[in-house]
């Protein structure tokens, strides 16, 4: 349970944050709040000094409706901001989450980032299974039925826990003959799934340890909390801290969350627990 970030070896047999730093002037909670060099660099500075391990940066928006842009405005997107977490933070591991290859080259080539985060799995871009091979950095592959602009249009599934352990074993034997080493898995919670559906998944989520890969957890401020208590994305922390500490006792290694201190506290209880 270990990856390997640019040569240093992260354990991930203790629980660890990954802090989302959103860059999108779209993005469903914070969009449009980090634009500016000193709004990043007070964001990226406020995650690391509230217990981030990573920071996780997405140049576009993945909300339920949101249009795919164009693989310039994400590279001028994520160019500007990592110079600027780059010049302030050399050391920080950071993960961007793209699905295009010759953007997760770039980033890794020109800015030393450690992990890709890709929501289609692969399955956007036929060479980015390669492209992470060649570099052999640690990859996320999440499950995502349909694309952003369509997936919450009637998900369906046979059985959605089924289903998606046979996403991850396809996947996980598709790395393995590729040659990649470190593959983190992802349900993609909110991501072509119904209420239903997300809470079947995060029930099951130890089911997915089969898979012998480290799991990330992508519940914060998500529909799936605030919709269920008919309220907004800004009221949903109470329930995200609740899925979280459930996520942690059924097997997770990594939380992708916008709260990094209040994580952090679910974290260290959860730690007495097991401990205990």
Known sequence: MTINCNGYLLDLSVPKIAG??????????????????????NRTKELIEEGADIIDIGAFSSRPGAE????????????????????????????????RSEIARFVIKEFEVSIINDISGGDYDNKMFETIAEFQVPYIVMHMQGN???????????????????????????????????LIIDPGFGFGKTLEHNYQLLNNLDLFK???????????????????????????????????????????????????????QVINVFNKLISS
């Open 148 to 182: 952003p602009g369509t997936m919450q249009t009637k998900p369906q599934y046979i059985d959605v826990v089924k289903d998606l352990l046979k996403y991850f074993s396809e996947k996980t034997e598709t790395a393995k003959k590729i040659g990649i080493n470190d």
């Open 68 to 99: 795919l842009i164009s693989e310039s405005e994400e590279t001028i997107r994520l160019q500007s901001t990592l110079e600027i977490v780059r010049k302030y933070f050399p050391n920080i591991i950071l993960s961007v989450d793209t699905y």
């Open 210 to 264: 089969i898979s012998e890969r480290p799991i990330l957890v992508g519940l914060s401020r998500k529909s799936m909390i605030y919709k269920l208590n008919n309220e907004t994305p800004e009221d949903a922390l109470p329930g995200t801290l609740a899925l979280n500490m459930i996520a942690l006792q059924k097997g997770a290694n990594i939380l992708r969350v916008h709260d990094v201190k209040e994580t952090l």
């Open 20 to 41: 989302i730093l959103n860059i999108t002037p779209d993005s469903f909670y914070d969009g449009g709040k980090y634009i500016s060099e000193d709004a990043i660099k």
